[in-house]
């Protein structure tokens, strides 16, 4: 492995996500979870499946037992009634087009959270996640058991470890998100197969490896530094991105009096998104 090309500050950056301490996730909240990683996709940002979540979840239509006993076509015209309604309501226009994309595939994100909920209810998931998850196997075993379950459509390998890190749990894994790719083509060079999930999950345990020397972080703390970084750096107006490395995003950081926790939370709430695209573009622009 090219451990040279591993970014300057990078271990820097694992410890302080490694200073985090999440809160125990238990009962209804382990579903909640799983919706939220459910959303993940179709270019939508952290702030727009937390919007999509407190809008939906003001109305009770993402509770377990409201998504059960309702049929699709139920579901489904309940979520698209209230999102068009709130349509009128929102300020930015990103963010309506945002809504209107995500009523276009409701049909399939309709799939998606029914067939889950059923496997959730089968499973008796909240009662038993401990027993499915109390060891690296059985971890394993359960999220392939996801992957493979028919019934929770759109939710494979990535999606169920987001979840699972969610809850605190799988902390070893590292899945292969967006975010995840864009750091492993900086180490590694552009990869063109984007799909080959297995070449990033194999690539990305390199660069956990060799940073264990420096920094004994897990696969959680490494996918979490890794999203804060590409988050913000995805922010950075064009003709500045090569510059803002990991070394000027610590200071970054450090300039705003931010935590890793703090960030996430700006990067989960639309408008202090926004604030956040204004201050980076201050930044690398001084």
Same mark, same amino acid.
Not at 47 to 76: C, H
Not at 85 to 106: A, P, S, V, Y
């Given at each position: 492995?090219?451990?040279?090309?591993?970014?300057?500050?990078?271990?820097?950056?694992?410890?302080?996500?490694?200073?985090?301490?999440?809160?125990?996730?238990?009962?209804?909240?382990?579903?909640?979870?799983?919706?939220?990683?459910?959303?993940?996709?179709?270019?939508?940002?952290?702030?727009?499946?937390?919007?999509?979540?407190?809008?939906?979840?003001?109305?009770?239509?993402?509770?377990? @037992? /409201?998504?059960?006993?309702?049929?699709?076509?139920?579901?489904?015209?309940?979520?698209?009634?209230?999102?068009?309604?709130?349509?009128?309501?929102?300020?930015?226009? @990103?963010?309506?087009?945002?809504?209107?994309?995500?009523?276009?595939?409701?049909?399939?994100?309709?799939?998606?959270?029914?067939?889950?909920?059923?496997?959730?209810?089968?499973?008796?998931?909240?009662?038993?996640?401990? @027993?499915?998850? /109390?060891?690296?196997?059985?971890?394993?075993?359960?999220?392939?058991?996801?992957?493979?379950?028919?019934?929770?459509?759109?939710?494979?390998?990535?999606?169920?470890?987001?979840?699972?890190?969610?809850? /605190?749990?799988?902390?070893?894994?590292?899945?292969?998100?967006?975010?995840?790719?864009?750091?492993?083509?900086?180490?590694?060079?552009?990869?063109?197969?984007?799909?080959? /999930?297995?070449?990033?999950?194999?690539?990305?345990?390199?660069?956990?490896?060799?940073?264990?020397?420096?920094?004994?972080?897990?696969?959680?703390?490494?996918?979490?530094?890794?999203?804060?970084?590409?988050?913000?750096?995805?922010?950075?107006?064009?003709?500045?991105?090569? @510059?803002?490395?990991?070394?000027?995003?610590?200071?970054?950081?450090?300039?705003?009096?931010?935590?890793?926790?703090?960030?996430?939370?700006?990067?989960?709430?639309?408008?202090?998104?926004?604030?956040?695209?204004?201050?980076?573009?201050?930044?690398?622009?001084?």
């Amino acid at each position: 492995m090219a451990e040279q090309n591993i970014p300057e500050g990078f271990d820097s950056l694992l410890k302080l996500a490694m200073k985090e301490k999440p809160e125990p996730v238990k009962g209804a909240a382990i579903w909640d979870k799983f919706v939220a990683a459910a959303l993940v996709g179709g270019g939508k940002s952290e702030a727009d499946i937390q919007l999509l979540v407190k809008i939906l979840g003001k109305a009770n239509l993402l509770r377990l @037992e /409201n998504v059960s006993k309702m049929n699709g076509p139920e579901w489904s015209d309940a979520v698209e009634k209230i999102l068009r309604n709130e349509l009128d309501r929102l300020r930015f226009g @990103e963010d309506k087009t945002m809504i209107n994309n995500f009523l276009k595939e409701l049909f399939r994100i309709t799939a998606s959270i029914k067939g889950s909920a059923r496997f959730f209810e089968r499973k008796s998931v909240i009662k038993n996640i401990d @027993e499915y998850t /109390n060891d690296r196997k059985k971890t394993e075993e359960f999220i392939q058991e996801i992957c493979d379950d028919e019934d929770v459509s759109n939710v494979k390998h990535t999606k169920a470890v987001l979840w699972l890190h969610s809850i /605190n749990r799988a902390e070893d894994q590292i899945p292969a998100t967006r975010h995840v790719k864009s750091f492993v083509n900086i180490v590694y060079g552009y990869y063109s197969f984007y799909d080959d /999930n297995k070449y990033f999950i194999e690539k990305a345990n390199e660069i956990l490896q060799a940073m264990q020397k420096k920094a004994k972080a897990n696969g959680k703390h490494f996918t979490r530094a890794i999203f804060l970084y590409i988050s913000v750096k995805s922010m950075v107006p064009r003709g500045f991105g090569k @510059e803002f490395t990991v070394k000027k995003f610590l200071e970054f950081m450090k300039k705003e009096k931010l935590t890793t926790e703090a960030l996430a939370k700006e990067l989960a709430v639309l408008d202090k998104r926004w604030k956040l695209i204004a201050e980076v573009d201050k930044f690398v622009r001084k």
